[in-house]
């Protein structure tokens, strides 16, 4: 299957005389679910650029317990921290398999250089842009985290992940969502039986099937529409570059 590397609302907003720089060097990968790209501190040898793949940040305590703080789609890239530093910053983890395009660190910096004061340089300007998208994500996580209950976590979580698969059935396990949220399955599982009960959702093993959204946009809490409307700013300011 051939993929558009432009289908990356990041590269779509390219210039054609910068994207034809950066497209001799673009890689397609397919990522499969639960692929580690990067632990924490690792040095950064390639920047992604999904186009079907999602990717879950997620920090760990020192008692092996972590969330899930930020989610990377097409709207971004993945290892954006390379322009800062070079070093992966949390864990990454592919939670939807997928196609991504990469570029190698070095040829990256390399065209960023050659495209730097060009008027239309674009590309270190844009992924800085997305930095701010990522920060939003990780505030609001931490607040989530400590001030809302797990029915409206997860119901937050359900809608923002419908949303980036344009679908309404998502491949994930129970275990693996309670992982990502940093609760007990236990809890995911009361609370996604009281969503089926409802006829929100439906769920059989590892699938998840949404019935009703405007239901579940109720239960959710107010970080679905903090996160989804900078996510809609970032694609307006994406398109007007």
Same mark, same amino acid.
């Given at each position: 299957?051939?993929?558009?590397?432009?289908?990356?609302?990041?590269?779509?907003?390219?210039?054609?005389?910068?994207? #034809?720089?950066?497209?001799?060097?673009? $890689?397609?990968?397919?990522?499969?679910?639960?692929?580690?790209?990067?632990?924490?501190?690792?040095?950064?040898?390639?920047?992604?650029?999904?186009?079907?793949?999602?990717?879950?940040?997620?920090?760990?305590?020192?008692?092996?317990?972590?969330? $899930?703080?930020?989610?990377?789609?097409?709207?971004?890239?993945?290892?954006?921290?390379?322009?800062?530093?070079?070093?992966?910053?949390?864990?990454?983890?592919?939670?939807? $398999?997928?196609?991504?395009?990469?570029?190698?660190?070095?040829?990256?910096?390399?065209?960023?250089?050659?495209?730097?004061?060009?008027?239309?340089?674009?590309?270190?300007?844009?992924?800085?842009?997305?930095?701010?998208?990522?920060?939003?994500?990780?505030?609001?996580?931490?607040?989530?985290?400590?001030?809302?209950?797990?029915?409206?976590?997860?119901?937050?979580?359900?809608?923002?992940?419908?949303?980036?698969?344009?679908?309404?059935?998502?491949?994930?396990?129970?275990?693996?969502?309670?992982?990502?949220?940093?609760?007990?399955?236990?809890?995911?599982?009361?609370?996604?039986?009281?969503?089926?009960?409802?006829?929100?959702?439906?769920?059989?093993?590892?699938?998840?099937?949404?019935?009703?959204? #405007?239901?579940?946009?109720?239960?959710?809490?107010?970080?679905?529409?903090?996160?989804? #409307?900078?996510? #809609?700013?970032?694609?307006?300011?994406?398109?007007?570059?």
């Amino acid at each position: 299957m051939i993929f558009n590397p432009r289908e990356n609302h990041i590269l779509r907003a390219l210039g054609q005389s910068e994207f #034809e720089l950066l497209a001799p060097h673009l $890689e397609l990968v397919n990522l499969p679910r639960a692929e580690v790209l990067f632990d924490v501190y690792d040095q950064l040898n390639y920047v992604y650029f999904p186009i079907t793949s999602i990717a879950s940040l997620l920090c760990y305590l020192e008692d092996g317990t972590g969330m $899930e703080v930020g989610t990377i789609g097409n709207e971004g890239c993945i290892g954006v921290s390379a322009l800062t530093g070079g070093r992966a910053l949390t864990q990454t983890v592919i939670k939807v $398999e997928g196609h991504c395009y990469r570029i190698s660190l070095k040829s990256l910096k390399s065209i960023l250089a050659r495209s730097e004061g060009r008027r239309t340089g674009i590309l270190k300007k844009l992924m800085l842009r997305y930095v701010g998208t990522l920060f939003i994500q990780v505030s609001q996580a931490t607040v989530c985290n400590r001030r809302h209950n797990i029915e409206q976590q997860l119901c937050s979580w359900l809608l923002l992940n419908f949303d980036r698969i344009h679908s309404s059935s998502l491949t994930i396990t129970q275990e693996s969502i309670a992982h990502l949220l940093g609760v007990r399955r236990e809890s995911i599982s009361d609370v996604a039986k009281k969503l089926r009960q409802a006829g929100i959702i439906d769920y059989r093993r590892s699938n998840f099937e949404l019935k009703n959204k #405007e239901e579940l946009k109720t239960k959710a809490c107010e970080c679905y529409a903090v996160i989804k #409307e900078e996510s #809609e700013r970032l694609i307006i300011d994406l398109e007007a570059a």
